[in-house]
Each structure stands twice: as structure tokens, then as C-alpha cells.
Nanobody, 117 residues
């Protein structure tokens, strides 16, 4: 059974940090590209960051470059999103995504991140 379980969300003040984790099971994690997406109220889901199966070259949305860092641990089947210098515009539900091909495209249930004073 495929599972992606996000954790680490919560309420944080502007300028603060959070580290999201996504624990995977039920599929060959090391072969999948992993990404974090987010969806704010009234907005479409957007790509935040991505990392290929072997690690290496990552990509980020312009709005989070220099503040967020995506990483993965294939041995632990986990992908992380370190979020620093958070601002209220980062408030959203954050989703973990695993993609191998069009048939193997999996999503987690999401974790809420709220940035507010």
C-alpha cells in the first residue's frame, strides 16, 4: 500500500523556521522524483521544490529560493523541506508528491503551515 505521510507543519511566527518531513512506504522510493507542493486558500496548488531520484540538482519556486531547502534520505525513504525566514505568504497546506511516470504519481494528505504573529 502506497503511503506518503507528511509531518512537521504548524503555527510559526514570521521569520521563523519549520522542517517538514514526508515518510514514504509501499513503493521504490529511491527511483522516484520527490516534490513539495502547496495550496493556499482560494489559490491553485503550486510547486514549491523538487529533487530527482538520486538527489543532486534541485529546483525551487522563485518565491522560496534562498529560504527553503529540499533534501532526501533514500535509506530512510524520507524527503524533507527546511523552511527558513517564513512569511505570511507561505501559509498553505503543504503536500508531498512522488512521481516515477504517469501511472506512478502519488500524493500525501498534506500538512498545514500557518505563518502568523
Amino acid at each position: 500500500q502506497v503511503q506518503l505521510v507528511e509531518s512537521g507543519g504548524g503555527l510559526v511566527q514570521p521569520g521563523g523556521s519549520l522542517r517538514l518531513s514526508c515518510a514514504a512506504s509501499g513503493f521504490a522510493f529511491s527511483f522516484f522524483r520527490m516534490s513539495w507542493y502547496r495550496q493556499a486558500p482560494g489559490k491553485e496548488r503550486e510547486l514549491v521544490a523538487g529533487i530527482p531520484s538520486g538527489g543532486g540538482s534541485t529546483n525551487y519556486a522563485d518565491s522560496v529560493k534562498g529560504r527553503f531547502t529540499i533534501s532526501r534520505d533514500n535509506a530512510r525513504k524520507t524527503v524533507y523541506l527546511q523552511m527558513d525566514n517564513l512569511n505570511p505568504e507561505d501559509t498553505a497546506v503543504y503536500y508531498c508528491n512522488a512521481v516515477y511516470d504517469r501511472r506512478n504519481d502519488f500524493w500525501g494528505q498534506g500538512t498545514q503551515v500557518t505563518v502568523s504573529s
